[in-house]
């Protein structure tokens, strides 16, 4: 019997040993696949483009004297640039180095509010595929870390998407009819304001 509890003794710290470094080997960070810090690091650079977009075409908008759009893009541009900042953040945070690339310059006019506001929801569009392939290749490549880090951006974009969308078709009503137009440029004024708030 006393052999017994011997045995079961020294068994118990092998078990322990076992399970210690099975976790130790779960909470190690994985390392990034090459494919994926491309991708990521393309996209932080996509959205520095979608920055500079939402910057000319706010000052496009102020060059048509619609002083509320303007202020709204602008707000925007800030807002993209963040997100570029956020991977780029995320990439350090991993070991990685951000690697910024020359950008394409963006339109600097549009023949009407509604085709600018269409480059608009194209855009967002745009980005919503990019940020589902990032989460795609993330999974597929198994790093659950970057999955999980991609989730806000989904979300966003949900948003993103339909704000645009919601804009573009109130820019079709007012453009019907000569001076409506502004009542929704005051509009984006005030919109303007929450954007910058987040």
Do not use: C
């Not at 950008?103 to 990019?130: D, F, I, N, R, Y």
Request: glycine share 4%; proline share 4%.
């Amino acid at each position: 019997m006393f052999r017994l509890a011997s045995s079961r003794l020294t068994a118990i710290p092998r078990i322990a040993a076992v399970r210690t470094k099975t976790t130790a080997a779960a909470a190690a960070p994985r390392v990034m696949t090459a494919s994926l810090i491309k991708s990521l690091n393309g996209h932080a650079n996509f959205e520095l483009q979608s920055s500079q977009f939402y910057l000319s075409l706010a000052y496009w908008f102020d060059s048509q004297n619609f002083s509320g759009f303007a202020k709204y893009y602008k707000a925007q541009s800030e807002e993209e640039k963040t997100h570029a900042l956020k991977m780029f953040d995320y990439l350090a945070t991993r070991g990685e180095t951000p690697h910024l690339t020359a950008l394409p310059a963006p339109p600097v006019k549009h023949a009407s509010a509604a085709e600018a506001l269409q480059a608009v929801l194209e855009l967002e569009q745009t980005t919503t595929a990019g940020i589902h392939d990032l989460n795609s290749l993330a999974l597929q490549e198994g790093d659950p870390a970057t999955s999980q880090f991609m989730q806000w951006f989904i979300a966003e974009q949900v948003e993103e998407e339909d704000t645009a969308r919601r804009f573009l078709e109130e820019v079709k009503a007012y453009d019907r009819l000569p001076g409506l137009l502004y009542h929704m440029d005051h509009f984006m004024g005030k919109k303007a304001k929450k954007v910058g708030a987040e």
